[in-house]
């Protein structure tokens, strides 16, 4: 365990923890904005991590503090109906995941904690859900139950809609069941993950934009505004296609019927504007999903950074989610020597991610500090900022 975390656990509660649990943040590789339409996603799990130092107690209640300062504890009740917080605060993640395991398996013993992240907040690297999975471990933790990952990540992605956002489950997924060395393909419904190992000469470079995307700010509606455009657009085609309603439900439901271009020529006939390009954004990323795990196993770096490019492409264009400062960093990593980039999370704010070749990673990470981070004075703080992502493994418990 972190030294200054064990240290700030001791001072606050004059004894030592017993337990550590360890959630990490993850960066989606491909497959963006189309968990939610069922469809494959493509993420691996990061270095950066959520850890919750804790002591469990006797009664129901959670008391929470972090090592960083500007947070202010959080104390409640755990019970099947929990009264959130004001929007915004970041107690009702740790909610969410109290809610959410009691409601499922009627847990209620709470626990003294201190917790310290090293993700990113509010940069599309899924600090949020790094923090519900490694709670909810911790609640199970408390109560010496033991929660199989799958079910834990399916429980956690409902119980995160708790802080109003619609999202789908692939971030709880990889947190909590990532392979170590690899990146996955996550299916849904049910879910699965499936790990492929990431070239050991592959180099994935993230960079923050600096903007923040908050998951209970502005960035909220406008994801919440585009899952429901998805929607929408997939009844009209289903209509269009005279499927039966109640069976097609999902991208993956109408996929596993027509195929992407008959799925696009029927779009064209029965949607305009911004419809057409949300519909036709899911289409062309789920099939670079499937390119993309192929072109990962194949080891076909060029492979995949094409589709990156791709992707980003279709999610500034189509989906409309980019903005100048990921479209500028996108650029420098590219012309420096990534194979490819893109914006990776929901987007509006947040993170690039860029691959290359090991031997221009060194060239990348200039050229993002010289022409991105020099300029706007974010140099002394560059390691918040700009990383070479490891994949690491999913979400774990531990007695100290
Ligand atoms: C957020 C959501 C995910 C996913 C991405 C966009 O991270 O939590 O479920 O939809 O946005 O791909």
């Known amino acids: 365990m972190p030294e200054d975390l064990e240290g700030t656990f001791r001072e606050r509660y004059g004894v030592a923890p017993t337990h550590l ?8 590789l491909i497959g963006e904005h189309i968990d939610y339409a069922g469809l494959p996603v493509f993420p691996m799990a990061l270095q950066r991590e959520v850890r919750i130092a804790f002591r469990p107690r006797e009664d129901s209640l959670v008391l929470a503090a972090t090592t960083e300062p500007s947070y202010a504890p959080c104390n409640f009740e755990i019970s099947s109906e929990i009264e959130p917080y004001e929007d915004g605060d970041w107690g009702n993640y740790l909610k969410a995941a109290a809610q959410g395991m009691a409601r499922a398996y009627g847990l209620e013993r709470g626990f003294d904690a201190v917790i310290q992240s090293t993700v990113p907040v509010a940069a599309g690297l899924s600090s949020s859900s790094a923090l ?23 429980l956690m992605a409902e119980s995160e809609q708790y802080v109003g956002m619609r999202g789908g489950g692939m971030d709880q997924a990889i947190s909590a069941g990532a392979t170590r060395g690899c990146a996955a393909r996550v299916d849904f419904a049910p879910l699965r993950l499936e790990p492929v190992p990431v070239p050991d000469d592959w180099r994935f470079v993230v960079a923050h934009s600096l903007v923040q995307a908050h998951k209970s700010g502005g960035a909220r509606e406008g994801y919440n505004r585009r899952r429901g455009e998805t929607e929408e657009a997939l009844e009209r085609v289903v209509a269009k296609l005279q499927l039966p309603v109640s069976e097609v439900r999902s991208y993956r439901d109408l996929l596993e019927r027509v195929s992407g271009p008959k799925a696009l020529a029927a779009a064209g006939e029965c949607l305009e504007g911004d419809l057409l390009k949300r519909f036709r954004h899911v289409i062309t990323e789920g099939a670079r999903v499937i390119r993309a795990e192929i072109a990962m196993r194949g080891r076909s770096l060029t492979g995949f950074g094409i ?20 479209d500028a960093l996108v650029g420098i990593a590219r012309e420096a020597g990534a194979v490819g980039a893109r914006l990776t999370g929901a987007g509006m704010g947040g993170c690039i991610v860029a691959l290359c070749a090991e031997s221009k990673a060194a060239a990348v990470l200039e ?34």
């Open 307 to 326: 589709l990156m490019n791709g992707s980003h492409a279709s999610l500034a264009e189509d989906y409309e989610v980019s903005i100048p400062e990921l």
């Open 132 to 154: 519900v999975i490694a709670s909810a471990l911790a609640l199970a933790g408390s109560s010496e139950f033991e929660v199989d990952p799958i079910e834990l990540a399916e």
């Open 21 to 28: 649990a360890r959630a990490p943040g993850r960066v989606n």
């Open 367 to 400: 050229a993002l500090t010289a022409l991105y981070y020099g300029p706007r004075g974010r140099i002394d703080d560059l390691d918040d900022h700009l990383f070479v992502a490891e994949p690491a493994a999913g979400a774990s418990v531990e007695t100290m």
